[in-house]
């Protein structure tokens, strides 16, 4: 009787590494194709319109800090002079925008100042910027 040999030496391996990198590229093209639903898009919210009354269109008032003091409408203006109009501006409507730019070799008292008036004059709706 003749039987068959059987391989007695090392049991087959199952290697690792390619069934990493199959999971790897199965997590990538899961991620990839995956198209989420825009949740804010599905939200129902209804918000009150705004009444006629609500909508009015504000001024916006360019303020300019300079090294040697203030430009308001293009024109070189004197702190008292700014405060006197601001003061005035301020009796008509408290909403008026106010765009202050400084230059790069304004000073910082200068534009501290006309942050004092505006605050005075409860003109709250500023806008800094620099130049």
Request: hydrophobic residues 40%; proline residues 5%; contains cysteine.
């Amino acid at each position: 009787m003749h039987t068959k040999s059987r391989n007695k030496g090392d049991a087959a391996k199952l290697e690792m590494t390619p069934m990493i990198d199959v999971v790897f590229q199965l997590l990538i093209f899961f991620i990839v194709t995956l198209k989420q639903d825009d949740i804010l898009a599905h939200l129902d919210v209804s918000r009150p319109e705004p009444s006629p009354m609500e909508i009015v269109e504000t001024e916006l008032l360019t303020i300019t800090v300079h090294r040697d003091g203030y430009v308001m409408d293009e024109r070189p203006i004197s702190k008292e002079t700014l405060d006197r109009r601001l003061t005035r501006l301020s009796t008509f409507s408290k909403d008026i925008s106010i765009a202050i730019k400084c230059t790069p070799d304004s000073s910082h008292d200068k534009l501290i100042a006309l942050l004092d008036i505006c605050a005075k004059t409860e003109l709250d709706n500023l806008s800094v910027f620099s130049m």
